[in-house]
Nanobody, 123 residues
Framework: QVQLVESGGGLVQTGGSLRLSCVAS????????MGWFRQAPGKEREFVAAISRSGGTRTYYADSVKGRFTISRDNAKNTVYLQMNSLKPEDTAVYYC???????????????WGQGTQVTVSS
């Protein structure tokens, strides 16, 4: 079992930055691909970014965040990060960290999920 805890969310103005962290416990995350998803009120949970297992040499991004968000991992700290720059009001959502066996954009392929952290971008 892997437990995931997200942090770093908050309220920020348009154009601002936040860095989300996801700390894992229970097992080392080096053997897992990791993903970030988000869910806005009344909408389905959508893919944001993913990073491959081990060295994290592969990354995927949703088109809506490409060039603004960066996913990274520090296996020694059992932590995954999401650096979010140039934030827009439409980025407002609860952000979730996830762990799975393969790197994918599909939420159903991830086995473990955190409880989420709220990100609110004011206009």
């Amino acid at each position: 079992q892997v437990q995931l805890v997200e942090s770093g969310g908050g309220l920020v103005q348009t154009g601002g930055s936040l860095r989300l962290s996801c700390v894992a416990s229970g097992r080392t995350i080096s053997t897992y691909s990791m993903g970030w998803f988000r869910q806005a009120p009344g909408k389905e949970r959508e893919f944001v970014a993913a990073i491959s297992r081990s060295g994290g040499t592969r990354t995927y991004y949703a088109d809506s965040v490409k060039g603004r968000f960066t996913i990274s991992r520090d296996n020694a700290k059992n932590t995954v990060y999401l650096q979010m720059n140039s934030l827009k009001p439409e980025d407002t959502a609860v952000y979730y960290c996830s762990a799975g066996q393969i790197i994918t954009t599909r939420k159903y392929d991830y086995d473990y999920w955190g409880q989420g952290t709220q990100v609110t971008v004011s206009s």
